[in-house]
């Protein structure tokens, strides 16, 4: 072609010599074709992402991983999309009250999920639960409401975990509050409402030692347990202990199967607080959640404690991704964080499972999230430990990472556990050696055998303790089974210098369960966080071990 040049076939290095050998040419070197990349991370694109089109969909890392294609990596979510793929369990016919400051039920994430029958507003003695927005704090309820039921495919913000799932508010955090309007939010429409999440309790900042008052307990009994059948005689209060005899449950909430109660660890870790003095959290009936991060770390926030079932994914202190969900005003936000957003999370992923199988119990709940956690996520954080029952057990963690298909799953083909039993027995304190300080520690010990042997395998420990000492938050308590299993069920809190000490106060632990109680167990109560010229001494005044558990193997049914 004219004005063109001939192509030649020559080989490179052939045309190159050549050039090189002309007088003309300085230089000559053939080129190569390369490649140059931007410096952004990599775009790593989830299976799911096209599975819904809400618009902040390919933002739920936790609900779908981006990083699938990676391979000998752990994944960092909770494995929901194969519950809805796979088991096709959305929710559907699970009711859930946010116990909150308000739900803006005309949102049009929310919209078509709200639930009015179950709702109520308790600060303002009115039916409607609509946040007060003269007081810009509170988006709690309706961020917490949106984690849990914002509806698919509507494309706006995202989408629920429970997303057919329906929800109610009961406004209790929008004004001062007192003991008996908590026990009234605890049981509200209780026989119509499946799950009550609670991301509240006492102040997070290391001095408190505060929980449910009586009439608060009372109403997460009714709700779980309302009183017992002795012959024909029915009583309205559940006993603490009922001496190793199986306890038959007169129950009203979920019409007999018992409310589940979801409930925050707490984000106090920073002022050195410690879930084991938050009496929300150490209640039995509740599922007590807490965080982790997307990189699987604990976040500097979160509370630890024997008390911690399970663990649901939130942020960090940081600016990365944390939680999306609905805000007010009509609005998504991609800012929820803290155990707050963990537990609706965990809250959710219960509805599914209520949804696979309605007849399970408040405490088969339990026993499923014990049995369908992961650890391997977790790893990278200490604190692990393997119970003589083979449970791995973390109190930042509690059983794990929830896994929502592992649990869905299990679920559906799951027999309700047996009934259980409770009984307890006094640590024996002698006059002569009650007394402990920086420089001596109190240690008692005491023998069971297991309610007479009805109780085989353990559920709930609790130790019921009135302690006298100078500086309240000085004091750690420890706890070891007849198994060798050790638990730290109070840790120092050095910030808490009450003179108060501890009275009647309930500390709960997981990490006994499945345990069998029988045999030697042993308490130590101390402070190694004082000065030691300070010559702080205190008294141990009462130490009650209350065993819960089953005579039978519950996996066994």
Request: proline share 4%; net charge negative; with cysteine.
């Amino acid at each position: 072609m004219e004005g063109h040049p001939e192509v030649h076939h020559e080989p490179f290095h052939n045309m190159t010599n050549v050039l090189k050998q002309n007088n003309k040419v300085n230089w000559a070197k053939q080129g190569f074709s390369k490649n140059l990349y931007k410096r952004v991370p990599t775009d790593v694109r989830s299976r799911y992402e096209r599975y819904f089109n809400d618009e902040l969909w390919n933002l739920q890392w936790y609900e779908q991983d981006y990083r699938n294609n990676y391979k000998n990596e752990m994944p960092l979510d909770m494995n929901l999309v194969p519950v809805y793929e796979e088991l096709k369990c959305t929710g559907k016919g699970i009711r859930v009250a946010i116990i909150d400051d308000g739900i803006e039920y005309t949102h049009d994430d929310l919209k078509d999920n709200y639930d009015e029958e179950i709702s109520i507003n308790l600060n303002w003695n009115k039916k409607d639960p609509m946040p007060r927005y003269e007081d810009p704090t509170n988006s709690h309820g309706t961020r917490c409401a949106g984690e849990i039921a914002m509806a698919a495919n509507n494309k706006k913000c995202g989408v629920g975990v429970a997303y057919n799932a329906k929800v109610g508010g009961i406004v209790l955090l929008d004004g001062t509050t007192d003991d008996e309007m908590e026990a009234r939010a605890l049981i509200n429409a209780n026989s119509l409402v499946d799950i009550y999440s609670g991301s509240w309790g006492p102040k997070d900042d290391g001095l408190m030692v505060d929980g449910p008052g009586v009439m608060a307990q009372i109403a997460f009994q009714i709700g779980a347990t309302k009183g017992v059948i002795a012959g024909s005689k029915r009583t309205n209060r559940l006993p603490e202990e009922n001496n190793g005899k199986a306890i038959n449950h007169i129950t009203t909430g979920r019409n007999g199967k018992g409310s589940i109660y979801v409930f925050a660890s707490g984000n106090g870790r920073m002022l050195f607080d410690n879930c084991a003095s938050d009496g929300y959290v150490g209640n039995i009936h509740t599922v007590a959640i807490s965080s982790v991060t997307m990189d699987g770390r604990a976040p500097e926030y979160a509370e630890r404690c024997a008390g911690v079932i399970a663990t649901a994914y939130s942020g960090g202190l940081d600016n990365g991704i944390k939680i999306v969900t609905s805000d007010i005003n009509n609005t998504c936000t991609l800012s929820h964080t803290g155990t707050s957003a963990a537990a609706p999370l965990a809250a959710g992923v219960i509805a599914l499972a209520l949804e696979a199988n309605g007849d399970l119990t408040w405490r088969d709940v339990q026993h499923l999230l014990a049995r369908n956690c992961e650890v391997g996520p977790l790893l990278k954080n200490s604190g692990w430990s393997t119970n003589a029952a083979g449970f791995d057990f973390n109190p930042q963690f509690g059983f794990g990472l929830l896994n929502a298909y592992k649990l869905v799953k299990e679920a559906i083909n799951w027999s309700t556990v047996p009934e259980k039993s409770i009984c307890g027995v006094n640590f024996i304190i002698p006059k002569s050696r009650k007394h402990f300080g920086r420089a001596v520690k109190f240690v008692s010990t005491v023998i069971t055998n297991g309610c007479n042997g009805c109780i085989k395998y353990l559920e709930h420990v609790q130790l019921c303790v009135t302690i006298q000492y100078p500086k309240r938050g000085m004091m750690e308590i420890d706890l070891q089974s007849p198994k060798n299993t050790t638990c730290k069920m109070m840790e120092s809190r050095p910030l808490d210098e009450s003179n108060m000490g501890f009275f009647e106060w309930k500390i709960k632990s997981l990490q006994f369960w499945g345990e069998d109680p029988s045999g030697e167990w042993t308490v130590v109560v101390k402070d190694e966080t004082s000065n030691l010229f300070m010559g702080l001494t205190g008294s141990v005044e009462k130490l009650r071990l209350i065993m819960h558990g089953t005579k039978n193997n519950p996996y066994n049914n």
